[in-house]
Nanobody
Framework: QVHLVESGGGLVQAGGTLRLSCAAS????????MGWYRQASGKQRELVAQ???????NYGDSVKGRFTISRDNAKNTVYLEMSSLKPEDTAVYFC????????????WGQGTQVTVSS
């Protein structure tokens, strides 16, 4: 079983920056993708960004050019640098890991709240 622990959420003003981290532990051998999904109140969960072990990336359309995903394979940790934040970025952000790019994996973190005030 894979255990994902997120950190770094919080309250930020519009236009500000925030950095999320997610560390994976447990049965991580063979894991390929790590990434972030988010779910705003009353909306479906959506892709924010995803990165493979080979550092190939995939972003949701609404965050392209503003968010950057990176990964430290030695630490089994993924990071999400969020800049130019907008109130519509307010959501619970979930760390995710799995095997295939383009789809969420089976492993989810507990989620961390990001709130962007206008």
């Amino acid at each position: 079983q894979v255990h994902l622990v997120e950190s770094g959420g919080g309250l930020v003003q519009a236009g500000g920056t925030l950095r999320l981290s997610c560390a994976a532990s447990g049965s991580i051998y063979g894991l390929n993708t790590m990434g972030w999904y988010r779910q705003a109140s009353g909306k479906q969960r959506e892709l924010v960004a995803q990165i493979s072990r080979g550092l190939r990336t995939n972003y949701g359309d609404s965050v392209k050019g503003r968010f950057t995903i990176s990964r430290d394979n030695a630490k089994n940790t993924v990071y999400l640098e969020m800049s130019s934040l907008k109130p519509e970025d307010t959501a619970v952000y979930f760390c995710n890991s799995g095997l295939y790019m383009g789809r969420p994996g089976n492993n989810w973190g507990q989620g961390t709240q990001v709130t962007v005030s206008s």
